[in-house]
Protein backbone atom coordinates (compact mmCIF):
# COMPACT_ATOMS: atom_id res chain seq x y z
CA UNK A 1 0.00 0.00 0.00
CA UNK A 2 1.14 3.22 -0.92
CA UNK A 3 1.12 5.65 1.86
CA UNK A 4 1.51 9.46 1.04
CA UNK A 5 2.56 11.99 3.69
CA UNK A 6 -0.22 13.96 5.77
CA UNK A 7 -0.56 17.58 6.97
CA UNK A 8 -1.47 18.00 10.50
CA UNK A 9 -2.33 21.30 11.90
CA UNK A 10 -1.75 21.62 15.60
CA UNK A 11 -1.69 25.07 17.23
CA UNK A 12 0.74 25.80 19.68
CA UNK A 13 0.55 28.96 22.23
CA UNK A 14 3.39 30.35 24.37
CA UNK A 15 2.36 33.30 26.20
CA UNK A 16 5.32 35.54 26.40
CA UNK A 17 5.91 36.91 29.55
CA UNK A 18 7.62 40.52 30.57
CA UNK A 19 10.75 39.26 32.33
CA UNK A 20 11.89 37.14 29.90
CA UNK A 21 14.98 38.03 28.22
CA UNK A 22 16.73 37.76 25.30
CA UNK A 23 17.73 34.10 24.83
CA UNK A 24 15.01 32.23 26.16
CA UNK A 25 14.27 28.96 24.72
CA UNK A 26 10.32 27.62 24.87
CA UNK A 27 10.49 23.70 23.83
CA UNK A 28 7.48 21.91 22.90
CA UNK A 29 8.86 18.08 22.70
CA UNK A 30 7.91 16.03 20.10
CA UNK A 31 6.43 18.62 17.82
CA UNK A 32 8.69 19.01 14.98
CA UNK A 33 8.82 16.82 11.37
CA UNK A 34 7.41 13.38 11.58
CA UNK A 35 9.16 10.81 9.68
CA UNK A 36 7.83 7.02 9.73
CA UNK A 37 9.77 4.91 12.43
CA UNK A 38 11.54 8.42 14.08
CA UNK A 39 10.70 9.80 17.20
CA UNK A 40 9.45 13.45 16.24
CA UNK A 41 11.76 16.45 17.14
CA UNK A 42 11.47 19.36 19.30
CA UNK A 43 10.33 22.33 18.57
CA UNK A 44 11.96 25.01 19.78
CA UNK A 45 11.64 28.79 19.91
CA UNK A 46 14.36 31.14 21.28
CA UNK A 47 13.52 34.53 21.89
CA UNK A 48 15.03 37.68 20.82
CA UNK A 49 14.33 41.51 22.29
CA UNK A 50 13.14 44.33 19.73
CA UNK A 51 14.50 47.60 20.56
CA UNK A 52 12.15 50.10 22.20
CA UNK A 53 12.63 53.40 21.06
CA UNK A 54 12.72 54.63 25.01
CA UNK A 55 14.26 52.07 27.60
CA UNK A 56 16.96 49.95 27.02
CA UNK A 57 17.36 47.13 29.46
CA UNK A 58 20.39 46.19 31.49
CA UNK A 59 19.58 42.88 33.30
CA UNK A 60 16.32 43.65 35.36
CA UNK A 61 17.17 47.25 35.39
CA UNK A 62 15.36 49.77 32.47
CA UNK A 63 17.67 52.24 31.38
CA UNK A 64 16.48 55.82 30.16
CA UNK A 65 17.90 59.01 29.03
CA UNK A 66 16.39 62.53 29.46
CA UNK A 67 17.70 65.70 27.74
CA UNK A 68 18.00 68.34 30.69
CA UNK A 69 18.21 72.47 30.19
CA UNK A 70 21.46 72.97 31.75
CA UNK A 71 19.89 75.82 34.06
CA UNK A 72 17.47 72.95 35.14
CA UNK A 73 20.32 70.23 35.61
CA UNK A 74 22.23 72.65 38.35
CA UNK A 75 18.55 74.02 39.95
CA UNK A 76 16.47 71.08 39.95
CA UNK A 77 14.51 68.92 37.11
CA UNK A 78 11.50 66.86 37.12
CA UNK A 79 11.39 63.84 35.12
CA UNK A 80 7.80 63.00 33.39
CA UNK A 81 7.92 59.92 32.13
CA UNK A 82 5.34 57.29 30.54
CA UNK A 83 6.50 53.62 31.55
CA UNK A 84 6.45 50.54 29.66
CA UNK A 85 3.18 49.07 31.49
CA UNK A 86 1.64 52.43 30.24
CA UNK A 87 2.05 54.59 34.17
CA UNK A 88 2.76 58.01 34.56
CA UNK A 89 5.94 58.38 36.10
CA UNK A 90 6.85 62.06 38.19
CA UNK A 91 10.31 61.94 39.94
CA UNK A 92 11.50 64.97 40.95
CA UNK A 93 15.27 65.48 40.74
CA UNK A 94 16.87 67.47 43.55
CA UNK A 95 20.49 66.94 43.16
CA UNK A 96 22.65 68.68 40.63
CA UNK A 97 22.59 66.79 37.59
CA UNK A 98 26.20 66.48 36.34
CA UNK A 99 26.72 64.58 32.86
CA UNK A 100 27.65 61.27 34.87
CA UNK A 101 24.57 61.49 37.48
CA UNK A 102 22.15 58.67 37.54
CA UNK A 103 18.64 58.86 39.04
CA UNK A 104 17.97 55.20 40.61
CA UNK A 105 14.32 54.83 40.94
CA UNK A 106 13.66 50.96 42.82
CA UNK A 107 11.66 48.59 41.94
CA UNK A 108 10.35 50.26 38.42
CA UNK A 109 12.31 48.01 35.89
CA UNK A 110 11.28 44.51 34.69
CA UNK A 111 9.62 41.75 36.89
CA UNK A 112 12.21 39.19 38.02
CA UNK A 113 11.78 36.13 36.94
CA UNK A 114 12.17 33.65 39.87
CA UNK A 115 10.24 36.55 41.74
CA UNK A 116 7.54 37.90 39.81
CA UNK A 117 6.25 40.16 42.78
CA UNK A 118 10.03 42.21 42.57
CA UNK A 119 11.14 44.35 39.89
CA UNK A 120 14.26 45.77 39.25
CA UNK A 121 15.20 49.59 38.76
CA UNK A 122 14.63 52.64 36.62
CA UNK A 123 18.10 54.05 36.13
CA UNK A 124 17.97 57.47 34.40
CA UNK A 125 20.79 58.80 32.54
CA UNK A 126 20.86 62.62 31.63
CA UNK A 127 21.84 64.73 28.76
CA UNK A 128 22.76 67.65 29.84
CA UNK A 129 22.06 70.82 26.91
CA UNK A 130 24.41 73.35 27.00
CA UNK A 131 23.56 76.59 25.57
CA UNK A 132 25.40 77.17 22.19
CA UNK A 133 26.72 80.90 22.94
CA UNK A 134 26.71 83.00 25.93
CA UNK A 135 26.89 86.85 26.01
CA UNK A 136 29.34 88.78 27.90
CA UNK A 137 26.96 90.32 30.69
CA UNK A 138 25.61 86.01 30.63
CA UNK A 139 29.56 84.92 31.80
CA UNK A 140 29.78 87.45 34.32
CA UNK A 141 26.82 86.93 35.77
CA UNK A 142 27.74 83.06 35.48
CA UNK A 143 31.04 83.94 37.06
CA UNK A 144 29.50 85.53 39.79
CA UNK A 145 26.86 83.21 40.83
CA UNK A 146 28.98 79.97 40.54
CA UNK A 147 32.20 80.04 42.21
CA UNK A 148 34.73 78.16 40.66
CA UNK A 149 36.63 75.46 42.95
Known amino acids: MNRRPTTVEEILTIEVKPE ?66 RRNLTIPVNSVISPTYEEVVKGEGMHIPKEPSKRGNLRIKFNIKFPSKLTTKQKTDLKRLIPSS
Open 20 to 85: WKKGTKITFPEKGNEQRSVIPSDLVFIFYEKPHSVFKRDGNDLIVTQKVPLVEALTGYTVQLTILD
